[in-house]
């Protein structure tokens, strides 16, 4: 059920991301009287679940059906040369049935079958649908290639700007309805970070205070690992002992961050206040009970939860002593670990029982300003995130994460709240990735479209055939690269 909660949580997410994207595009193209052939969500390679158009003035529509044939027909032959030639010429639509769709110059609607992608198909654009027999006809005053370059730079750019805007429009409404709760690196600061073996690696140790990065103060405690990264930050300012300490981070920090399956190489850490102890357990023979607090271990002090999962794991099969505070006693309490050297007690885990969280409340037209300024937050993280990924050095590529990895991030219940901040977030992803300059994707197009308002020269159809196509093999090489990775993760 934990399962099937995330999967329809992430085909619903994607579903609504690719409908707002393809739908800037949809627009646009309508704007500048551009014919759109086809608008659907999901591929619909072979045959759609539905379609609809209008045909003679009345609504068609289709359920499970195979794709229409196209409005022309493909003739083989050989050139002077001997070489093999196609021609496409058009079909007299007017010979066809009153009812064909083929008849009908008007958008056919859909719904594919395969669930990851969408796509509009703009008459006279050289796109993923590789339609060559368009293309081999004279230009049509409706058609994408015969409309000025900055009509098409707007078109190419709206499916973007409108993953922009929905990420605004989500961030500005979680914010006037919900507000936006942090963790301050102040209240951390009480008691100091726990590290795992990384951080300790890195130059980090239990206790620290954490004051500044690279000279910043960073107020939300939980950005401080991310701006670690993002930033490839060269110190960290910590108290340590009273003292200011300054930690210079290894070159390497970063890459040895980004290969690390567990990203708490620093966190914040809590004493053990117990909550609840487990029947039949090694804690309850020794008489723990909820709400004492566990300080130590024989002669080890352990104050903090951390602590004490560090040390326990050094006395297997022995009999120990575990040192609580309860009211104003300290008591000693007798057990026997066996070979799991678990005592079966559960720490009080709400951080609302140790640190106070900071709440900045918003109005809604105070949402507007603090929306539109999370956005474009995110958006700046993640082309950070982007350039990693090119930055061979630090060996980024090998975290990417494809479809699974995506998944993961929704929660294992249907929150509302938590699903739209991951859709946001999806929204900036998606943005970012598409604008890359890589062709096949809408940055490409975009690129060539730069290219020829500052030269005033079209690419030719066949340079752009050439490089749709091996921007579709550098797209698909890198679904593989980070589907790859997510496969290789399983088997870790």
């Known amino acids: 059920m934990t399962i099937l909660i995330k ?15 393809e739908l ?114 004279p ?19 709206a499916g973007v700007f409108m993953n922009v805007v929905l990420a605004i429009a989500i961030y500005i409404g979680l914010l006037a309805k919900e507000g936006e709760q942090y ?53 960290v300012e910590v108290e340590r002992n009273g003292k200011d300490t300054v930690i210079n981070l290894p070159e390497d920090a970063v890459t040895k961050l980004l290969g690390s399956q567990d990203p708490n190489f620093i966190t914040y850490r809590t ?37 004490f999962v560090k040390n326990i794991k050094r006395f297997k099969n022995q009999d120990i002593h575990v040192i609580v505070l309860r009211d104003a006693d300290t008591l000693a309490l007798p057990m026997h670990l066996t070979e799991e050297t678990v ?23 105070q949402a507007i300003p603090a929306g539109f300024k999370k956005t474009f937050s995110e958006l700046s993280d993640y082309w950070k995130q982007v350039k990693l990924i090119f930055t061979p050095k630090t060996k980024a590529y090998e975290s990417v994460g494809g479809f699974i990895s995506i998944g993961k991030i929704f929660p294992d219940q249907w929150i509302w709240s938590i699903f739209w901040r ?23 197009h975009i690129l060539f479209l730069l290219f020829e308002i500052i030269t005033r020269r079209k690419p030719s159809d066949k340079f752009m055939e050439v490089a749709e196509t091996v921007g579709l093999i550098l797209v698909l090489g890198l679904v593989i690269l980070a589907n790859g990775n997510d496969i290789i993760r399983l088997f870790r």
Not at 13 to 21: A, C, E
Not at 107 to 134: C, H, R
Not at 185 to 204: C, M, P, Q, W
Not at 434 to 439: D, K, T
Request: aromatic share 16%.
């Open 139 to 157: 230009p049509k005053e409706w058609e994408f290639r015969s409309k000025p370059a900055w009509q098409r730079f707007i078109i190419m750019v």
């Open 271 to 307: 004493p053990f206040v117990v909550a609840d102890v487990v029947a039949n357990s090694v804690a309850q023979a020794g008489g723990l009970q909820s709400g004492d607090v566990i300080i130590g271990i024989n002669d080890i002090e352990t104050l903090y939860y951390q602590d």
């Open 422 to 444: 991951m859709t946001a977030f999806l929204s900036v992803a998606l943005a970012v990735m598409n604008i890359l300059p890589i062709p096949a994707l809408d940055g490409g």
């Open 24 to 137: 800037g595009h949809f627009l646009a193209a309508k704007a500048f009287k551009t014919r759109v052939e086809k608008f659907y969500l999901f591929f619909d390679w072979g045959f759609s679940l539905f379609r609809c158009k209008k045909v003679n003035g009345k609504w068609r529509f289709k359920f499970f059906s195979k794709n229409v044939p196209e409005k022309y027909t493909v003739t083989e032959y050989r050139d002077a040369a001997g070489k093999k030639q196609k021609s496409y010429d058009p079909i007299d639509v007017n010979t066809l049935p009153e009812d064909d769709w083929r008849r009908s110059d008007s958008t056919e609607y859909g719904i594919g079958w395969f669930p990851l992608g969408g796509y509009n198909k703009i008459a006279g654009m050289v796109d993923e649908s590789m339609d060559k027999s368009q293309m081999q006809q």
């Open 183 to 235: 963790l301050p690196t102040a209240e951390v600061n009480k008691y100091g970070i726990s590290v795992d073996s990384l951080g300790y690696e890195l130059g980090f140790r239990d206790g620290d205070k954490i004051l500044a990065i690279d000279g910043e103060y960073i107020e939300k405690f939980q950005d401080i690992p991310m701006q670690i990264i993002l930033d490839k930050a060269k110190t």
């Open 343 to 365: 005592i079966g007690a559960y720490c009080k885990t709400y951080l609302t029982d140790y640190y106070e969280l900071e709440t900045k409340e918003y109005s809604f037209f």
């Open 7 to 21: 999967v329809l949580q992430f085909f619903l997410s994607l579903s609504i991301l690719i409908f707002v994207h």
